[in-house]
């Protein structure tokens, strides 16, 4: 993953000297020492701490210069840990958060990334795959009540997805990704009516119904040993699972992983379900859709890395699309990087 640019994150000596005191009392003991954590996409606080007895905590939150979005998803995530401990078994365990004017700051177990992904290994995937489909199998019966009113499809029903390059803005701004505009066009126009339809079908997407993490891409992947860890937990949901592992698949493709279709086999496996090929379709719809409506944006100056990584997963998204419908593939990207 690139490093620069870097997002505008926050330096420990900027958090409220009240703040630091509560966020110690939470660690049971006082901060000796504090680095910034690099990681994500967003500008969100986030420190390494050590206490005086060489203990390492995970603080991170939301803070006075953090975008709104970005301050509400912290908030989300924060409820989401307290609400529900059994997160810990597959991420870092909740310690508790303090606040202090426009600052929110998160304790959390600290857990070393050791192996560095991407590049992905058959190994590596087969282990996030595995981790994915006991995530899924391990939904609380209380998370559909819970989660009701954020179930990720209709996340995705919506907001920006197929239906939002109908505006010639984003239209445009979709074919510029493209080294051949032109004929990017002339595959998207005959085939929008269509995958409009499709994408707003995710709602009623077959299969397990469960909880969903819907944000799970490598640096969301914590491979610390012989142990992998979720983190990253504001859009937290509950839906038709295939969707979840739908919007992994192509950051897996797109970082040189297996592709789409191959990534889903492995999950199918995992979790000894077969997925109709009709919602595969509908999945794949929804997943490209969310990124085709985004990638060819505008920047976003505190998030100066996030249309690279949309356009990341949108291409491989793209191919498992048009394979799903027996389709032409789409003209190849305009070449990109962070």
Not at 82 to 106: I, K, N, T, V, Y
Request: proline share 9%; hydrophobic share 45%.
């Amino acid at each position: 993953m690139p490093t620069e640019p870097r997002e505008p994150k926050p330096d420990w000596r900027d958090v409220p000297p009240a703040l630091r005191e509560k966020i110690a009392a939470i660690a049971g003991e006082p901060i000796v020492e504090a680095a910034t954590v690099w990681g994500g996409f967003g500008p969100a606080a986030t420190f390494a701490l050590t206490t005086t007895s060489g203990a390492r905590h995970f603080c991170k939150g939301t803070h006075p210069g953090n975008t709104p979005a970005g301050h509400a998803a912290m908030l989300r995530e924060c409820r989401n840990l307290a609400s529900f401990p059994e997160l810990a078994r597959f991420g870092p365990a909740w310690r508790g958060m303090a606040q202090e004017g426009d600052w929110h700051l998160a304790v959390l177990e600290f857990v070393d990334r050791v192996e560095e992904i991407p590049p992905w290994t058959s190994q590596a995937v087969r282990r996030a795959i595995d981790l994915i489909a006991a995530f899924h199998a391990a939904t609380p019966d209380r998370a559909a009540q819970a989660l009701a009113e954020g179930t990720a499809s209709d996340l995705i029903a919506q907001t920006q997805n197929w239906h939002s390059l109908r505006d010639a803005a984003v239209r445009q701004g979709f074919l510029a990704l493209f080294g051949d505009p032109q004929a990017a066009a002339l595959w998207l126009e005959p085939q929008l009516d269509r995958l409009i339809a499709l994408k707003d079908r995710a709602a009623a997407l077959g299969g397990p119904r469960g909880w969903m993490h819907m944000d799970i891409r490598s640096d969301n992947l914590v491979f610390a040993g012989d142990g992998l860890l979720l983190v990253d937990w504001p859009v937290l949901s509950y839906g038709p699972q295939l969707l979840d592992i739908a919007f992994f698949l192509p950051s897996l493709a797109g970082e040189s992983g297996p592709s789409c279709a191959e990534g889903l086999k492995l999950y199918e496996r995992a979790t000894g379900f077969r997925f109709a090929d009709e919602d595969i379709a509908v999945a794949a719809a929804a997943v490209a859709g969310f990124f085709a409506a985004r990638a060819g944006t505008a920047e976003i100056p505190a998030l100066p890395r996030l249309r690279w990584i949309q356009k990341l997963q949108l291409f491989p998204a793209l191919d498992w699309l048009s394979a799903c419908l027996g389709i032409e593939f789409p003209p190849l990207p305009r070449p990109f990087r962070a």
